[in-house]
């Protein structure tokens, strides 16, 4: 078996082979897809297996080689510590450890999605994209307004409807004026792309069992149930509920030397840091409705705060999700009505029509009495859970063993 190692860079690849120890140099490669396939077809065999970094074009590299070879490798580029610490760092030195680190069994292998979760992916960071940039021109306004001395909006969305007429009112020069204009006009533009990129990623989700199923949890909505589905992928690769808290990043940093004590402190932040941050959106989400979730938090609350029981809490999150989508089985605490009224703005979202003067599978939500039945339900339920757990703060502790007298 030959080692083909690349080091990608945007214009550019440089490739090496290994095999049985030796290296071979085999030149260097566009990164452009006739020059890739007509380097497959010259150099490579259907028994070679290509290593290659976790670069914003490995995805297409794989892509155009995949027909060629036995295996593409895509390595963590964070883990591949020589490369990253190396003093002498020349793209040959690079692909030469690669196909070494992986003929030694180890290199840190990253997974590969399917082109579905893929798209999703795209989807959810080109909405995320589009967010960032539309809070950029909020702050923009917010700073002229707040160089001219003027008081905080006194509406909830400063480039709503009630908003844009407050800012009218207000007195600025021409050329300020003319740019919170220009601002508001490119909010305008981005909200159209966000309606669009969302559209596309609720027509996804109705497809989707999985997002479906994320949707039953508290405080998870299509947004932070795409973007979960969409950095897990198959939840067959982690095979315990820990391993997926590690790989969103929301387990503790250890820190141990030697035989002394083992120091835990934050979080990791380690994986995929936009849904580590989608699911402590949720967990904040979650805790203001009843549930065992908000008995779980105020538990964690009241000795380590708020913050640190929010963080715990979409720890808890990562690990009922693991269970759920593992054992193939809904939130057990659902509450149906809140539940076909996710679903139906989901729907909507998509652009299927609307249903007015007709009851629809939401409309359940609307009767207060429903409401007040399911709401009974729950609140049963995270009192049960605060009553369970109160004991374990009043267990009283284990009298110490007395040791024997030496004789």
């Not at 936009?274 to 105020?298: D, Q």
């Not at 809490?313 to 939130?331: G, N, V």
């Amino acid at each position: 078996m030959r080692i083909i190692g690349m080091d990608i860079h945007r214009v550019a690849a440089e490739v090496v082979s290994l095999l049985d120890g030796e290296i071979v140099k085999l030149g260097r490669v566009q990164m452009l897809r006739d020059k890739l396939e007509e380097f497959a077809r010259k150099e490579l065999t259907h028994d070679d297996h290509v290593v290659i970094e976790a670069t914003g074009n490995a995805a297409a590299v794989a892509e155009v080689l995949s027909p060629y070879v036995d295996r593409i490798v895509i390595a963590n580029p964070k883990q591949v510590h020589m490369i990253a610490h190396a003093k002498v760092k020349i793209d040959t030195i690079d692909a030469t450890v690669l196909a070494k680190l992986y003929a030694s069994g180890f290199l840190p292998e990253v997974w590969v999605p399917d082109p579905g979760t893929l798209a999703l992916r795209r989807q959810v960071t080109r909405r995320t994209q589009l967010v960032r940039q539309r809070s950029r021109l909020k702050n923009l306004i917010q700073s002229i307004l707040h160089a001219h001395l003027i008081p905080p909006c006194p509406h909830g969305n400063l480039v709503g409807i009630s908003g844009r007429k407050w800012l009218t009112r207000q007195i600025l020069p021409a050329d300020e004026r003319a740019a919170i204009e220009r601002h508001l006009g490119l909010i305008n533009q981005i909200n159209e792309a966000l309606t669009v990129v969302e559209a596309d990623i609720a027509v996804h989700a109705l497809q989707d069992p999985t997002i479906r199923r994320l949707m039953t949890l508290p405080g998870i909505d299509v947004t932070v149930a795409a973007s979960v589905a969409a950095a897990i992928g198959d939840i067959r690769r982690f095979s315990d509920p820990q391993r997926l808290v590690a790989y969103l990043g929301l387990n503790p940093s250890v820190r141990q030397s030697g035989e002394g004590p083992a120091y835990h402190g934050r979080i990791t932040k380690q994986g995929r840091g936009h849904a580590r941050g989608m699911l402590v959106e949720a967990a904040w989400a979650a805790v203001r409705s009843p549930g065992p979730l908000r008995a779980f938090y105020k538990r964690i609350a009241s000795r380590r705060g708020k913050h640190i029981a929010a963080v715990a809490t979409a720890r808890k999150l990562a690990m009922i999700i693991w269970h759920m989508l593992s054992k193939d089985a809904d939130y057990i605490w659902a509450r149906p009505a809140l539940l076909a009224r996710k679903f139906r703005s989901v729907e909507l979202r998509a652009g299927l029509p609307t249903s007015h003067a007709r009851r629809g599978t939401a409309f359940d939500y609307n009767i207060p009495a429903k409401r007040a039945e399911e709401r009974s339900r729950i609140e049963k339920a995270e009192a049960a859970y605060a009553a369970a757990t109160s004991r374990w703060r009043t267990r009283p502790e284990r009298p110490k063993a007395v040791e024997k007298d030496a004789e």
